[in-house]
């Protein structure tokens, strides 16, 4: 996990940036009950992470200082990604998708280069992928589909087409065979659009082992029921952990105008 940065220009403006950081530490704590926790955060504000978790909870929350004042909290994007390969002693390695600011859009060379500094004093392997450029735009799909098998292993590799433009990520998916789906609220424009087509196609295709998908959809606010003068409001984020039998969903995340 990882909190924003104190100099992130993403969240400088209506107290976007306490929110995050207050939900980041709730989430973190509750976690922690459970499966220890390395949290980053910008070398200064270390002391502030320190008094908030000098609290035990069952498992440690581990602060680890950057040299970033503009970090983003995105781990999922930006993170490594750690693999096991597949020779008889399982060696644990990470990955490197070279994270561009979700293509060019939130450019910053210090999180683009967060992956290799998060782990440069470790001793697990490097593996790099060339997925980068402004969203592979030189690669084809199956160039793409290839560099996925080499690196994490997949056997399938289902397409849904997304919409450009109107979130920092163009839609995104997480689908491991069950599927949550967010429902966009009653004339959501776009959003409606995009449920559709992602509907039809993962109601029909199969995963590694020919079996449906299952798809459990989950009703969005209504967007009109804020005020989207102060936030980019993207309702069809459906973050959250599972763990140890139980599921973490953040409350309260917003990128301020």
């Known amino acids: 996990m990882a909190w924003p940065g104190n100099k992130n220009p993403n969240y400088q403006k209506n107290g976007s940036l306490v929110r995050m950081r207050n939900e980041l530490t709730a989430i973190a704590k509750a976690i922690s009950e459970f499966v220890p ?4 955060v910008s070398r200064d504000q270390v002391p502030d992470a320190q008094q908030r978790f000098q609290e035990k909870s069952h498992h440690a929350v581990e602060i680890k200082a950057m040299d970033s004042g503009s970090l983003e909290p995105w781990m999922r994007d930006i993170a490594p990604t750690f693999v096991f390969s597949e020779n008889p002693y399982s060696d644990l390695h990470w990955v490197d998708f070279n994270f561009n600011g979700w293509g060019g859009q939130y450019p910053s060379a210090d999180n683009s280069q967060l992956a290799a500094r998060f782990l ?3 001793q697990i392997p490097r593996v790099n992928s060339i997925l980068n450029p402004n969203r ?6 199956d160039a793409i589909e290839r560099e996925l098998h080499r690196v994490l292993n997949v056997s399938k590799i289902i ?3 997304g919409v450009r433009d109107q979130d920092v990520t163009d839609a995104h998916i997480d689908a491991p065979g069950k ?6 609220a009653p004339g959501s424009g776009v959003w409606t659009k995009v449920y559709d087509e992602t509907k039809h196609i993962l109601s029909r295709v199969t995963d590694a082992k020919g079996q449906r998908l ?3 959809e989950l009703p969005e ?3 009109n029921d804020f005020d989207t003068s102060k936030t980019d ?3 069809g984020y459906v973050n959250y952990l599972h763990c140890e039998g139980r599921c973490f969903l953040a409350k309260d995340v917003v990128r301020s105008k």
Do not use: E, F, G
């Open 214 to 216: 299952k798809i459990t």
């Open 120 to 122: 440069q004093d470790s």
């Open 179 to 184: 599927v949550v789906l967010s429902r966009p």
């Open 233 to 235: 409001m993207v309702l």
């Open 159 to 161: 397409w849904v087409p």
């Open 221 to 223: 606010a209504d967007v």
């Open 37 to 40: 926790v390395i949290l980053l």
């Open 136 to 141: 592979n735009l030189h690669m084809s799909r």
